[in-house]
């Protein structure tokens, strides 16, 4: 009798045992799925199930010392550095960059995995519990809808400046209305809408802007509507389009160098202190960029001329169509030749000082009908609107984001107003 009690025992036991570790899976399991799931994960794991230590690389510290440190030996070591060197190479740690020890939570503390973040969003994965297994991650982005309004003082960077809006926003909106509004003779009570997103890490840590999805703008009494809309998913063109579905660019490029500065504009009161300050009228627009940079075709044309002249230095023109040409000056050389067809965007050769040239910068001239004009005030040809077969689905997408705009209150500007004089300086 007595050893069959003790089986029933041992079995009542074994299945209280059982139960109670059944419960404990089902509990955890009921924490990873229903109560707050993402805050308890990061890099994938279950940060609860480790003891977790967090450091940066520092100063003459290599991934073997890291794991020395805490307590993993050499021959260990090196055959993980062995095995994740095809994934992963643990040279390349760099010196204040942040990692993690994912540590089993027992007296011992061993390490079980190692993090390393090389940037904010990128992690790499060196897991060695049993064994050994390297990976990339990235930490997940969720993007966050956020509205802002201004009415314009001076200029419009001042006035998104003085709201602490990002200065990538204030630049996105300069190329969205780059040939619609001429930001640098805004008026005062210009006013402007946007709708836009912004990245965050993880819910937390920001990571900047996105994009603008939509916008407005309100220019001597217009009105300017600008919505983002992908024209092509496949090739992952995106483009604005105004509330009739118009394209907001023209069939040129704003530049003819890309991250550039306009050093000097088409101006022709312009005067020159060194020529005594006579009249030397500036039939072109400088963009001052550094020596080498690659110089685009506009839009697409013929080239006509690729030369070295005078003053002009090595130069390049291009004829558009029977009304438009563009030219490009002082360049370093030419990557093209007199007949060739160009495309908008191609590069047709580089930033250079040849011929009178006080600095590295293209002079860009741009001929309409025979006569040099200035392309920022020309009423430019706009490029495609949204194709026909778009169009209905392209009104479905602007509703809900035009009322978002139109709901939107202009906040009253916290900046003191200018002196007439500083106004409408040429500042975008
Ligand atoms: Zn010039």
Redesign the pocket.
Known sequence: MQPKQLLIALLICFSFWSCKDDDKKVDTEDLQSIVEPEQKKEFGFVLEDYIVKRDTIRKGDSFGEILERNHIGYPRIFNIAENAKDSFDIRRLQVGKPYTLLCASDSLQTPECFIYQPNSIDYVVIKFADSIETYRGKKPITLVEREASGIVMSSLSETMESQGLPYQLINDMSDIYAWTIDFFRLQKGDRFKIVYKQRFIEDSIYAGIESIDAAYFQHKDESFYAFNFMVDSTKNIADYFDEDTKSLRRTFLKAPVQFSRIS?RYNLNRRIAYYGYKLRP?K???FAAPIGTPILATANGTVTESRRRGGNGKYVKIKHNGTYSTQY?HMKAQNVKKGAFVKQGDVIGWVGMTGNSGGPHV?YRFWKNGKQVDPFREKLPAAESIPDSLKAQYTEFIKHLKLKLDQIQFEENTIEPPTEEDALTSKT
Do not use: V
């Open positions: 000097s500036h072109g627009t400088d000056l002079c």
